[in-house]
């Protein structure tokens, strides 16, 4: 099989996986933000915050409501 087929086979075999575990249990923890809603960063001392991106984005979605 030529590199180009085998690579196409080998991503839409991990994407209909995702899909397939993504149907399984939609309303599971994912593994960015730990069922939280938005990624969770971790301080120096391990304390968890908020990522600036995800702070960003809930500022910006909040105000143009």
């Known amino acids: 099989m030529p590199?180009?087929?085998l690579a196409i086979?080998?991503?839409l075999t991990v994407t209909f996986g995702y899909?397939?575990?993504c149907a399984a249990s939609?309303?599971?923890t994912c593994r960015k933000c730990d069922?939280?809603?938005y990624q969770v960063k971790f301080n120096r001392r391990?304390?968890?915050k908020r990522s600036a991106t995800a702070a960003a984005?809930?500022?910006t979605a909040s105000a143009s409501e």
């Open 57 to 59: 984005a809930t500022a």
């Open 3 to 5: 590199f180009p087929v």
């Open 26 to 28: 939609p309303l599971a």
């Open 46 to 48: 391990g304390k968890p």
């Open 9 to 11: 086979a080998c991503l």
């Open 19 to 21: 899909v397939a575990v």
């Open 35 to 37: 069922g939280l809603g």
